[in-house]
């Protein structure tokens, strides 16, 4: 089956820290942006950043800059997700997926729409 492997998921009380991990399954990333999302109960997705093909590139929406750092190792086909102090609101199901493109510049998020493969996503708790 075609999908990112992640893990690294799980119940951590507010101001701590997790790391997600995302392997890729039967594909490689390709030199494609990655794009890390969350859907949190009762909201839509929304897209937390992303990395460019060769890694030096990072684009992070507000939610996530300064507390998240996306990072990618592509002889592991591998993707993470460093989370430090999280909060109550950071709860959600959290996906990572490969984007059709690569990206340079500051301003580019991936579209759902646009990437064809997908994790299965790994549950984030964040309570005290």
């Known amino acids: 089956q075609l999908q990112f492997v992640e893990s690294g998921g799980g119940l951590v009380q507010p101001g701590g820290s997790l790391t997600l991990s995302c392997t890729a399954s039967?594909?490689?990333?390709?030199?494609?942006?990655i794009g890390w999302f969350r859907q949190a109960p009762g909201k839509v997705r929304e897209v937390v950043g992303c990395?460019?093909?060769?890694?030096?590139?990072?684009n992070y929406k507000g939610i996530a800059k300064g507390r998240f750092t996306i990072s990618r190792d592509n002889a592991k086909n591998t993707v993470y997700l460093q989370m430090n102090d999280l909060k109550v609101e950071d709860t959600a199901i959290y996906s990572c997926a490969r984007d059709a493109f690569d990206f340079h510049g500051p301003h580019y998020f991936p579209h759902p729409a646009d990437c064809d493969y997908w994790g299965q996503g790994t549950q984030v708790t964040v309570s005290s």
């Open positions: 039967g594909f490689t990333l390709g030199g494609r942006a």
């Open positions: 990395i460019s093909g060769n890694g030096e590139e990072t």
